[in-house]
């Protein structure tokens, strides 16, 4: 389960690397193809050819973690478009949750909440109070 952390970031490799690969090998392609430091404490997320596997490499401070996901039927749905030129994007981890979840990012529609402020009825010496609250 991954729970937002403050300063960690996520970023999304945008080439299928070759899932033999473990710790070491995904280091040398944070470090070569993304151009980022493996060891910065943010989550690294690489997909194999297929899509249908997908692994995240994290550094916490004495060592790595390796996340490992296999979908038994579909595939992972790429959080960019196909004609992006960057070697890896940023999202936010409710967007990995998502992606995790099999769930296609570029169909999701985010919605703002609007709502009216609370409003609670206090009794303070025998009279009665009205505050908002938002």
């Known amino acids: 389960m991954l729970t937002p952390t403050t300063g960690v970031r996520y970023f999304v490799s945008r080439e299928p690397v070759d899932f033999r690969k473990a710790h070491d090998g995904l280091c040398a392609v944070t470090r070569d193809m993304l151009r980022l430091d493996p060891m910065s404490g943010h989550v690294f997320v690489f997909f194999n050819k297929r899509r249908d596997r997908i692994k995240l490499l994290y550094w916490e401070r004495n060592g790595f973690w390796l996340g490992y996901k296999r979908l038994e039927r579909g595939t992972f749905q790429l959080p960019f478009e196909e004609g ?25 529609k985010y919605r703002r909440h609007h709502g009216s402020p609370l409003r609670i009825d206090m009794q303070r010496n025998g009279r009665r109070r009205t505050t908002a609250v938002s």
Do not use: F, M, P, Y
């Not at 409710?94 to 570029?106: A, K, M, P, V």
């Open 84 to 108: 992006c030129r960057d070697s890896a994007i940023e999202i936010d981890v409710r967007q990995l949750q998502l992606l995790l979840g099999g769930i296609d990012l570029r169909k999701v």
